[in-house]
């Protein structure tokens, strides 16, 4: 996958899975044209309009058809163009598609695929930048990927498109060019992994935060163990139990503003089954709680950089 950019990685196992099963099928604003950030691109061309099939500017409105179709027995992937218009779709993906599965007691499954792209950077300003992951990752019956490397993304890809049950991609924006791969791509889209070994510092965190981290990391070598996340609803924290009976103290780091629900969770999880293990406070690195900005200078200062990394890794570890 190291050739191949994520959203390469993307189209690719879409490309697979529509090849394998006729079920599959996309629906979404300019999809039949390439979509916004070119998932389908030459699609409608290998498939048609009628399974790669552009919609109105609707969110609420297509949502409703990927459910119906899902429930018909169709696996449709619906191109949520930012995470910002997932409040568009809350009450249908939250109140109807997370719950039917349950409610009808096993009897109907939603298989369906909700493409979407977060975060800030790229000063579009603070209806298309956000990031709601706490939101989605406080409903039963939704599934949570947020791949971090080519590798991951086209398996995540093709693991939510197979689901019987609804699954959302969330997919940072800055990574959707890189070709980086991380350690332990070979392993599976749905379990958290270790991306890098230390002995004094448990850092969690998903999408461009974990390159980050990384690279900030070579300043303590030896002393911050990084986890990619990976599956973010329901949240997978054995491995960061483990972690953090090993090194006392738990870093976590991600976009969205510092009342989300994913961090809280995160944390709660840790102080219920490890608490006696750690050796200082919970600590978290959060983006500012203010809409993002889009001026240029004030975007930068909004969003979780490299230098504002290294001052929490060297407090924590100096507790």
């Not at 058809?65 to 449709?76: E, F, K, S, T």
């Not at 096993?106 to 706490?134: E, K």
């Amino acid at each position: 996958m190291s050739s191949q950019s994520l959203i390469q990685a993307a189209r690719s196992a879409l490309l697979e899975s529509m090849n394998h099963d006729r079920g599959v099928l996309v629906l979404g604003e300019d999809v039949a044209s390439g979509g916004p950030f070119g998932l389908t691109k030459g699609l409608a061309e290998e498939f048609g309009t009628d399974r790669v099939r552009n919609t109105p500017i609707s969110e609420s409105f297509f949502i409703g058809v990927g459910i119906g179709l899902a429930l018909a027995g169709a696996r449709p992937l619906v191109d949520i163009m930012f995470n910002d218009f997932l409040t568009l779709v809350s009450d249908q993906l939250f109140n109807q598609d997370a719950k039917i599965h349950f409610m009808s007691g096993g009897r109907h499954s939603v298989p369906l695929t909700v493409w979407t792209i977060g975060g800030a950077g790229t000063r579009w300003g603070a209806q298309h930048s956000q990031r709601l992951d706490g939101w989605l990752t406080q409903i039963p019956g939704i599934k949570v990927l947020a791949p971090s490397s080519p590798a991951m993304m086209f398996k995540s890809m093709k693991a939510a498109l197979a689901d019987h049950n609804p699954v959302v991609l969330m997919v940072d924006r800055s990574l959707l060019h890189s070709q980086e791969d991380l350690p332990g791509d070979n392993g599976s889209p749905w379990n958290s992994r270790i991306v890098l070994p230390g002995r004094d510092l448990t850092l969690v965190s998903t999408g461009r935060l974990i390159h980050l981290s990384l690279d900030v990391a070579q300043s303590f070598p030896g002393r911050v163990e990084i986890i990619d996340l990976q599956r973010t609803r329901p949240i997978g924290v054995d491995l960061i139990r483990e972690s953090v009976t090993k090194t006392g103290k738990l870093l976590v780091v991600h976009d969205e503003v510092s009342n989300g629900g994913f961090l809280a969770s995160i944390a709660l999880a840790i102080y219920d089954s490890v608490y006696f293990s750690l050796d200082a406070p919970i600590a978290h690195l959060t983006s500012l709680g203010t809409p993002v900005p889009a001026a240029p200078e004030l975007e930068d200062a909004f969003l979780i950089d490299s230098l504002s990394i290294k001052r929490a890794i060297t407090e924590i570890l100096e507790t």
